[in-house]
């Protein structure tokens, strides 16, 4: 299952129906129209979504009716948080509007990496690897700035921005996958 997730603080608006979009820089994401999606926030896994339609623009290209689905009163207040998740925002910056559907609410909240790795932590994942896995050396890279920084949030700092976790997640994965096929980890869930 793909996954959305957010920072803590908008966990309220998503549960509410408050926040109903995201606005995302950088790489086109890996959503569809129709995809189900884990929703996570604050480390937290809230529910699961269906996405309704995902749009590509450049920022300048952003309108207020984007802000007001992603809990926002104006489109200047969307620009203003954007350049606090972002090292670098103009209005050329290419921006991905996701609109999604909560279609479940977690009575309890979920901890997100019991769904990333399989109740497997990040770090037991990446000191694994780098023991265990003849990593390429963009994931060994990667994996150590992981483990140096101790978050993925201030790792991804570390390569111009937020929007560069993904990286780090994909080399975790890679590496986890690996692991399992190699009896090392498995499934804690």
Avoid at 64 to 71: I, R, S, Y
Avoid at 117 to 129: Q, R
Wanted: proline residues 2%; aromatic residues 8%; without cysteine.
């Amino acid at each position: 299952m793909k996954h959305l997730e957010f920072d803590g603080k908008y966990a309220d608006a998503i549960l509410k129906g408050k926040k109903r979009a995201t606005v995302r820089l950088g790489r086109k994401p890996n959503l569809r129209e129709g995809d189900t999606v884990l929703i996570h926030a604050g480390g937290y896994a809230l529910g699961k979504a269906v996405i309704e339609r995902v749009e590509s623009k450049t920022v300048k290209e952003l309108t207020d009716e984007d802000a007001f689905l992603d809990g926002f009163s104006s489109r200047e207040e969307l620009i203003r948080a954007l350049k606090e998740h972002y090292k670098y925002v103009n209005d050329d910056s290419k921006a991905h509007v996701i609109v999604f559907r909560l279609v479940e609410k977690f009575d309890k909240p979920v901890m997100s990496s019991d769904y990333a790795y399989e109740g497997n932590l990040p770090v037991e994942i990446a000191e694994k690897a780098l023991k265990y896995l003849d990593l390429s050396e963009e994931d060994r890279k990667l994996i150590e700035l992981f483990l140096k920084t101790g978050s993925l949030r201030k790792a991804a700092y570390r390569l111009g921005g937020l929007n560069k976790r993904y990286l780090i997640r994909d080399a975790l994965r890679r590496a986890y996958e690996e692991l399992k096929k190699k009896g090392i980890m498995g499934p804690k869930l």
